[in-house]
């Protein structure tokens, strides 16, 4: 257990103790924290290095550890802390040997932190009612040491090339310390402090070119002009003479340079070429680019004019009744005239299409300059910090080894390491999920070097393997082909270690449990009680260390199940090094040479939520909160990249993609990068619309040449104080008619309203003294939690997000270049048990997390809701399309599953419609045309209802022998023909200018009216139940397919039947339109007066119904073609009363005495 008690001073130099105490071993050993933890940045440049941020106005505050009092005052006194971490007894526990108790008695021989080892090797658990629990686990694979070499300089903070001989002690020391210390130091050595041996005076002299000196001798430093100063009032300067003497070489900036080089001082080569002075570091990160306006504006037009010719044809036929069905045609009006509104709704917000690129190159320039400064005297990065949120729920339906590669994709990704964080939520709490990131973690030693090595595309393991095309294309490395097949070879243990993890799991649990029964039984016998009663043992789960698993048991245990364990927290890969660590050469344990790659990984953390009957967990949207709370903690990167656990980074460079647009100039009021999601894993023919290609390349497209394109879940760059409910620095005002009107303004110093209605939570600029209030206002734990550790974390995260001094805009902040370029906070066992305490179960009670912080609880789509209330607090998104894509996943190929994933998300959006989330109350910061593309997100699933009406017109028009006009006449057709043009042509534009097929688009339509009549029909009645009966609505996770072994179908999914009663009504829409085809075509046949114009009008729209519900009918008879029994009797029994209706209403011509029903 931890226990904690304030005190005014601490014995040991640092002011956090840990004692580490294990059962049965009577040993405890003190731990001490390498520096004072602090949940602020270390940076000088940082707005909160010199003081720290109250939470409160003042007083006290109650922690979240445990009970801990902190005080918190302006003078900033020191914090001292005292823990006690107990270890509890398990059976067969062993005690901690002389190996794992040593290097807590001191450092290590690699001059590490013993703490660092109990961190990463330790498994923190915790929650409601419970101890927080630190238990030490046997790690068996060894971290890289960080050893330096001994050709590396020994001096603090230099690792260049050491110079032997400099000392007898035999201390490593490079030219340039050893210059220095004879220069500034006397001529001692560092080591061992005695006076250098033969020191000629020539060695305090510094080597190189001397620098060019103006008149009288005086020295021009580096990067300085030697004209002097005509300002200067003791000298007289011969600016003509100067010019000859020095062939006009002024340093930068001069206008004539000299053919032979130039000289800025020590150091410098004569020959090199003049730096560059164009205008690349000023160049823009990102470029917008329209679509071509011959293809735009006629699109533009062709909607107006569609829009004019739905206008006139709804007059036309409101105007023109059906006298003879009257029934018939108000059904019909009604329906077109929804169906208009819903194309209005879904059409106008694609005015303004964009694209946009990126340039990396800039980037990289920018933020990672290859040259060293003053600022940046390590050549360290300056970007700010990405932690990456993976989130699995079921290793069941979401393979462990789907998760494994997601994760080992994100280690190797190309970004700064020691910038990444990799935070993966496990919602089930299970032990195959555990040791699977445990196995992932150990491979990555391997892969992650492969990767950067040979420059490897994509960077998942599985994906990589499986390519069709040649490997050894674009590479040029000799060695690529035998260390190729070392890490397939590898890569193919370790998918047989992940697949078997659940049955070793259980064999290794029944041999536990059966020694704990024998146990039980053996000390039965030694009280004296009857040893033929049962033993009641719970059946544990057990790790490979023979301790129980904190978290969900096979059997289901109190406090051990899916929705009642401890919260868990581990590390399984501990923070890197800023400075680089190389590999050796392949010998008989590494099996790729590493002496020129960079061997160090990003951190990566295994985290599992504390659930307990009678808490709302709120699924999705609480496990990823949950995170944000823990990552601000321990790494607080600015920036947060949520994926699936089946959405894995096929593009290496997307995280520096997104990076352009949240770094580039105006990029602070960006709230997210939003990429689209692309699938693998699809039939060919796309039967069921699973690439979605209209909605991610048309209506995103689209959205963001708007206010940005809306959250859809996953493959998303966050701003993590956007997360945080905070308003943006600038924001806009659309007032008048249509928005016309735009008021701009600066929410950093606008202040508060006086009534206290105001919804803003701002964070204020640095110089506004009088916004402190305001900001400790909106800092207290109402809103936040009491966790002091996370509040002091949000100005931290708010500096590493803001763009440069020379890019900031008006009313914004910015920080200077370089400031960035620092070495990460080290973590220690405080941190882990303030990240275990915020991830409690009871933690968000009376705050507002999930209201207005983090995702946003009440809605089974929180993505949407939660990109809404950024874009309605007036932020903005972009969206970044990426050659290779960013990103890739699997999708439903089962029609089955493909129903139940379109059910869930047309539910969400009912839930939007009547909850405060709706676009009809959105605020004057959110464009007219983007409220209107929200509004239709909560209003499409309505759309079902006319749909389903207008499928059954075309067979009650066959049955009855009417139809929706009274006459087939040349108006009708008219305007039947030319909305259709419209519609055509509006297509073909929208497949130049977005890229896509005409296949995709036929796809679309087709699965819409699925869809349509089936799921969103099922999603408007289980909103409705919600919103008037309170009746809650749980769905089940969809399931992610694992891939398919050698000699497996790959698409043997698609055919597989699961009957759902989402399948009645599209099959009853098309056994209802066959009939009454044959019924109608029999009855003109045999009618004296056949009228052959209203048979063909009912069997074109029919036939338009059935082409539409074509895919649906061929993923029901499934690879033989064979209907399932209960679809068909039940399809089939509908269709015959509804046939039986029809034709009884409307008999055939002639006598209709054999028609009636007489009872006896």
Same mark, same amino acid.
């Given at each position: 257990?931890?226990?904690m008690?304030?005190?005014?001073?601490?014995?040991?130099s640092?002011?956090?103790?840990?004692?580490?105490?294990?059962?049965?071993?009577?040993?405890?050993?003190?731990l001490?924290?390498?520096?004072? $933890?602090?949940?602020?940045?270390?940076?000088?440049?940082?707005?909160?290095?010199?003081?720290?941020?109250?939470?409160?106005?003042?007083?006290?505050?109650?922690?979240?550890?445990?009970?801990?009092?902190?005080?918190?005052?302006?003078?900033?006194?020191?914090?001292?802390?005292?823990?006690?971490?107990?270890?509890?007894?398990?059976?067969?526990?062993?005690?901690?040997?002389?190996?794992?108790?040593?290097?807590i008695?001191?450092?290590?021989?690699?001059g590490?932190?013993?703490l660092?080892?109990?961190?990463?090797?330790?498994?923190?658990?915790?929650?409601?009612?419970?101890?927080?629990?630190?238990?030490?686990?046997?790690?068996?694979?060894?971290?890289?040491?960080?050893v330096k070499?001994e050709?590396?300089?020994?001096m603090?903070?230099?690792?260049?090339?050491?110079?032997?001989?400099?000392c007898?002690?035999?201390f490593?020391?490079?030219?340039?310390?050893?210059?220095?210390c004879?220069g500034n130091?006397?001529?001692y050595?560092?080591?061992?402090?005695?006076?250098?041996?033969?020191?000629?005076?020539?060695e305090?002299?510094?080597p190189?070119p001397l620098?060019?000196?103006?008149?009288?001798?005086?020295?021009?430093?580096k990067?300085?002009?030697?004209?002097?100063s005509?300002?200067?009032?003791?000298?007289d300067?011969?600016?003509?003479?100067?010019?000859?003497?020095?062939?006009?070489?002024?340093?930068?900036?001069?206008?004539?340079?000299?053919?032979?080089?130039?000289?800025?001082?020590?150091?410098?080569?004569?020959?090199?070429?003049?730096?560059?002075?164009?205008?690349?570091?000023?160049?823009?990160?990102?470029?917008?680019?329209?679509?071509?306006?011959?293809?735009?504006?006629?699109?533009?037009?062709?909607?107006?004019?569609?829009?004019?010719?739905?206008?006139?044809?709804?007059?036309?036929?409101?105007?023109?009744?059906?006298?003879?069905?009257?029934?018939?045609?108000?059904?019909?009006?009604v329906?077109?005239?929804?169906?208009?509104?819903?194309?209005?709704?879904?059409?106008?917000?694609?005015l303004?299409?964009?694209?946009?690129?990126?340039?990396?190159?800039?980037?990289?320039e920018?933020?990672?300059?290859?040259?060293?400064n003053?600022?940046?005297?390590?050549?360290?990065?300056?970007?700010?910090?990405?932690?990456v949120?993976?989130?699995?729920? &079921?290793?069941?339906?979401e393979?462990?080894?789907?998760t494994?590669?997601?994760?080992?994709?994100?280690?190797?990704?190309d970004?700064?390491?020691?910038?990444?964080?990799?935070y993966?939520?496990?919602?089930g709490?299970?032990?195959?999920?555990f040791?699977?990131?445990?196995?992932?973690?150990?491979f990555?030693?391997?892969?992650?070097?492969?990767?950067?090595?040979?420059?490897?595309?994509p $960077?998942?393991?599985?994906?990589y393997?499986?390519?069709?095309?040649?490997?050894?294309?674009?590479?040029?490395?000799? &060695?690529?082909?035998?260390?190729?097949?070392?890490?397939? $070879?590898?890569?193919?243990?370790?998918?047989?270690?992940?697949?078997?993890?659940?049955?070793?799991?259980?064999?290794?649990?029944d041999?536990?449990?059966?020694q704990?029964?024998?146990?039980?039984?053996?000390?039965?016998?030694?009280?004296?009680?009857?040893?033929?009663?049962p033993?009641?043992?719970?059946?544990?789960?057990?790790?490979?260390?023979?301790?129980?698993?904190?978290?969900?048991?096979?059997?289901?245990?109190?406090?051990?199940s899916?929705?009642?364990?401890?919260?868990?927290?581990?590390?399984?890969?501990?923070?890197?090094?800023p400075?680089?660590?190389?590999?050796?050469?392949?010998?008989?344990?590494n099996?790729?040479?590493?002496?020129?790659?960079?061997?160090?990984?990003?951190?990566?953390?295994?985290?599992?939520?504390?659930?307990?009957?009678?808490?709302?967990?709120n699924?999705?949207?609480?496990?990823?909160?949950?995170?944000?709370?823990?990552s601000?903690?321990?790494?607080?990167?600015?920036?947060?990249?949520?994926?699936?656990?089946?959405?894995?980074?096929?593009?290496?460079l997307?995280?520096r993609?997104?990076?352009?647009?949240?770094?580039?100039?105006?990029?602070?009021?960006?709230c997210?990068?939003?990429?689209?999601?692309?699938?693998?894993?699809?039939d060919p023919?796309?039967?069921?619309?699973?690439?979605n290609?209209?909605f991610?390349?048309?209506?995103?497209?689209a959205?963001?040449?708007?206010?940005?394109?809306?959250?859809?879940?996953?493959?998303?760059?966050?701003?993590?104080?956007?997360?945080?409910?905070?308003?943006?620095?600038?924001?806009t005002?659309?007032?008048?008619?249509?928005?016309?009107?735009?008021?701009?303004?600066?929410?950093?110093?606008?202040?508060?309203?006086k009534?206290?209605?105001?919804?803003?939570?701002?964070?204020?600029?640095k110089?506004d003294?009088? &916004?402190?209030?305001?900001?400790?206002?909106?800092?207290?734990?109402?809103?936040?939690?009491?966790?002091?550790?996370?509040?002091?974390?949000?100005?931290?995260?708010e500096?590493?997000?803001?763009?440069?001094?020379?890019?900031?805009?008006?009313?914004?902040?910015?920080?200077?270049?370089?400031?960035?370029?620092v070495?990460?906070?080290?973590?220690?066992?405080?941190?882990?048990?303030?990240?275990?305490?915020?991830?409690?179960?009871?933690?968000?009670?009376k705050?507002?997390?999930?209201?207005?912080?983090?995702?946003?609880?009440g809605?089974?789509?929180?993505?949407?809701?939660?990109?809404y209330?950024?874009?309605?607090?007036?932020?903005?998104s972009?969206?970044?399309?990426?050659?290779?894509?960013?990103?890739?996943?699997?999708?439903?190929?089962n029609?089955?599953?493909?129903?139940?994933?379109?059910l869930?998300?047309?539910?969400?959006?009912?839930?939007?419609f009547?909850?405060?989330?709706?676009?009809l109350?959105a605020?004057?910061?959110?464009?007219?045309?983007?409220?209107?593309?929200?509004?239709?997100?909560?209003?499409?699933?309505?759309?079902?209802?006319?749909?389903?009406?207008?499928?059954?017109?075309?067979?009650?028009?066959?049955?009855?022998?009417?139809?929706?006009?009274?006459?087939?006449?040349?108006?009708f057709?008219?305007?039947?023909?030319?909305i259709?043009?419209?519609?055509?042509?509006?297509?073909?534009?929208?497949i130049?200018?977005?890229g896509?097929?005409?296949?995709?688009?036929?796809?679309?339509?087709?699965?819409?009216?699925?869809g349509?009549?089936?799921?969103?029909?099922?999603a408007?009645f289980?909103?409705?139940?919600?919103?008037?009966?309170?009746?809650?609505?749980?769905?089940?996770?969809?399931s992610?397919?694992?891939?398919?072994e050698?000699?497996?179908?790959e698409?043997?999914?698609?055919?597989?039947? $699961?009957?759902?009663?989402?399948m009645?009504?599209?099959?009853?829409?098309?056994?209802?339109?066959?009939?009454?085809?044959?019924?109608?075509?029999?009855?003109?046949?045999?009618?004296?007066?056949?009228?052959?114009?209203?048979?063909?009008?009912?069997v074109?729209?029919?036939?338009?119904?059935?082409?539409?519900?074509y895919p649906?009918?061929?993923?029901?008879?499934?690879?033989?073609?064979?209907?399932?029994?209960?679809?068909f009797?039940?399809?089939?029994l509908?269709?015959?009363?509804?046939?039986?209706?029809?034709?009884?209403?409307?008999?055939?011509?002639?006598?209709?005495d054999?028609?009636?029903?007489?009872?006896?």
């Open positions: 257990m931890v226990k008690a304030a005190s005014s001073s601490s014995p040991s640092s002011p956090v103790t840990i004692t580490v105490s294990s059962s049965g071993t009577g040993q405890a050993v003190g001490t924290s390498p520096i004072r $933890r602090f949940s602020v940045s270390n940076n000088p440049n940082s707005p909160v290095s010199n003081s720290r941020l109250r939470g409160s106005s003042g007083g006290n505050r109650r922690a979240s550890s445990g009970g801990r009092y902190v005080s918190m005052s302006k003078d900033g006194a020191e914090e001292c802390l005292a823990y006690t971490v107990h270890i509890p007894p398990t059976p067969d526990r062993r005690a901690v040997s002389e190996s794992q108790s040593s290097f008695d001191g450092r290590t021989s690699t590490e932190h013993p660092g080892c109990y961190i990463k090797d330790t498994i923190y658990t915790g929650g409601f009612n419970s101890l927080t629990r630190a238990h030490v686990i046997e790690n068996s694979v060894d971290e890289p040491k960080g070499s050709l590396i300089c020994g603090k903070g230099c690792d260049e090339k050491a110079q032997d001989g400099q007898e002690c035999g490593k020391i490079c030219q340039d310390c050893y210059l220095e004879i130091g006397q001529g050595c560092p080591g061992c402090k005695e006076p250098y041996k033969d020191v000629s005076d020539d305090f002299s510094e190189g620098p060019r000196t103006g008149k009288g001798g005086v020295k021009v430093e990067n300085f002009s030697l004209v002097q005509f300002k200067a009032p003791n000298h300067f011969d600016h003509t003479r100067w010019l000859f003497e020095t062939k006009g070489t002024y340093g930068y900036g001069n206008a004539v340079w000299p053919k032979d080089g130039y000289e800025i001082g020590r150091g410098t080569d004569r020959a090199d070429n003049p730096p560059e002075f164009n205008e690349r570091r000023n160049r823009p990160l990102t470029r917008k680019v329209g679509v071509s306006a011959a293809i735009l504006s006629p699109y533009r037009l062709l909607m107006f004019a569609r829009l004019a010719a739905l206008a006139c044809f709804l007059t036309w036929r409101i105007s023109n009744p059906n006298r003879e069905a009257m029934w018939l045609w108000i059904m019909s009006v329906c077109e005239s929804w169906f208009a509104l819903s194309w209005v709704l879904d059409q106008f917000p694609k303004c299409p964009v694209n946009r690129v990126t340039d990396l190159s800039v980037l990289k920018r933020f990672e300059p290859s040259a060293l003053l600022r940046n005297p390590k050549g360290l990065s300056d970007l700010p910090g990405v932690d949120f993976v989130s699995t729920a &079921d290793p069941e339906k393979p462990p080894l789907v494994a590669n997601t994760v080992l994709s994100i280690l190797a990704v970004y700064p390491v020691e910038k990444l964080a990799c993966v939520s496990d919602d709490g299970s032990l195959v999920t040791e699977a990131l445990a196995e992932a973690a150990s990555a030693r391997i892969w992650v070097p492969f990767c950067r090595k040979h420059k490897i595309e $960077r998942n393991p599985e994906t393997f499986g390519l069709k095309r040649d490997p050894l294309k674009n590479k040029v490395r000799l &060695d690529f082909v035998r260390e190729r097949r070392r890490v397939k $070879r590898e890569y193919d243990e370790f998918k047989v270690r992940i697949n078997a993890l659940p049955e070793s799991i259980r064999r290794r649990s041999a536990y449990n059966a704990a029964e024998l146990r039980g039984k053996k000390k039965m016998v030694e009280v004296g009680e009857n040893s033929l009663n033993v009641k043992v719970p059946k544990a789960t057990w790790m490979s260390d023979a301790s129980h698993w904190p978290g969900t048991w096979s059997s289901a245990e109190e406090g051990h899916r929705g009642d364990h401890e919260g868990i927290i581990q590390i399984m890969l501990v923070p890197p090094n400075d680089p660590i190389y590999g050796t050469e392949a010998d008989g344990e099996l790729i040479n590493t002496t020129d790659v960079d061997t160090r990984l990003p951190m990566l953390v295994y985290v599992s939520r504390e659930k307990r009957p009678g808490f709302d967990h699924k999705k949207a609480g496990a990823m909160n949950a995170l944000v709370r823990t601000a903690i321990m790494s607080n990167g600015s920036f947060i990249l949520n994926l699936d656990c089946d959405h894995y980074i096929y593009n290496s997307a995280l993609e997104g990076m352009c647009f949240m770094l580039d100039r105006g990029g602070d009021k960006i997210y990068v939003q990429f689209p999601q692309r699938f693998e894993g699809i023919n796309d039967r069921y619309a699973n690439h290609t209209v991610f390349d048309v209506s995103m497209r959205l963001d040449g708007l206010q940005g394109p809306m959250y859809v879940g996953t493959g998303c760059v966050f701003r993590r104080i956007a997360l945080y409910g905070f308003s943006p620095p600038r924001a005002e659309h007032r008048g008619w249509f928005g016309g009107r735009k008021i701009k303004f600066s929410l950093r110093r606008r202040k508060a309203a009534n206290g209605e105001d919804d803003d939570m701002i964070l204020p600029m110089e003294q009088d &916004d402190g209030d305001e900001f400790t206002k909106a800092l207290i734990p109402h809103r936040f939690g009491n966790s002091t550790s996370l509040i002091d974390s949000i100005a931290v995260a500096f590493g997000g803001r763009l440069l001094h020379e890019l900031r805009g008006r009313g914004s902040q910015g920080r200077p270049a370089g400031s960035l370029a070495q990460r906070e080290p973590l220690d066992a405080s941190a882990l048990a303030e990240a275990i305490s915020v991830i409690t179960c009871f933690y968000e009670e705050t507002e997390w999930g209201k207005r912080v983090g995702w946003i609880y809605s089974v789509t929180e993505d949407v809701v939660t990109g209330r950024m874009h309605n607090r007036g932020w903005r972009v969206y970044c399309v990426t050659k290779p894509d960013a990103f890739r996943g699997t999708a439903p190929i029609l089955t599953d493909r129903l139940n994933q379109v869930r998300w047309a539910t969400g959006s009912v839930e939007i009547f909850s405060r989330n709706n676009a109350f605020t004057r910061r959110m464009k007219l045309l983007q409220r209107v593309a929200y509004f239709n997100v909560g209003m499409y699933p309505f759309t079902s209802i006319f749909l389903l009406t207008y499928c059954f017109l075309p067979a009650f028009s066959l049955f009855s022998g009417k139809f929706i006009v009274q006459s087939l006449n040349a108006t057709l008219v305007f039947l023909l030319a259709t043009i419209t519609l055509s042509m509006l297509a073909i534009l929208e130049r200018w977005s896509i097929t005409l296949h995709d688009w036929w796809r679309n339509e087709q699965f819409w009216l699925i349509g009549t089936s799921a969103h029909l099922a408007v289980q909103g409705l139940l919600k919103v008037i009966a309170g009746v809650d609505i749980s769905f089940t996770l969809t992610k397919s694992a891939a398919p050698d000699g497996d179908d698409f043997a999914e698609l055919y597989q039947f $699961r009957f759902t009663v989402l009645i009504p599209p099959l009853t829409i098309i056994l209802v339109n066959m009939t009454a085809i044959a019924v109608g075509v029999f009855r003109t046949l045999y009618s004296p007066f056949p009228q052959w114009s209203k048979l063909l009008g009912g074109f729209f029919s036939f338009w119904v059935l082409s539409h519900l649906f009918a061929k993923g029901l008879m499934g690879r033989r073609g064979k209907i399932p029994t209960i679809v009797l039940w399809s089939t509908i269709c015959i009363i509804i046939s039986l209706l029809a034709v009884y209403i409307y008999p055939p011509s002639g006598r209709q054999y028609m009636t029903f007489q009872f006896p």
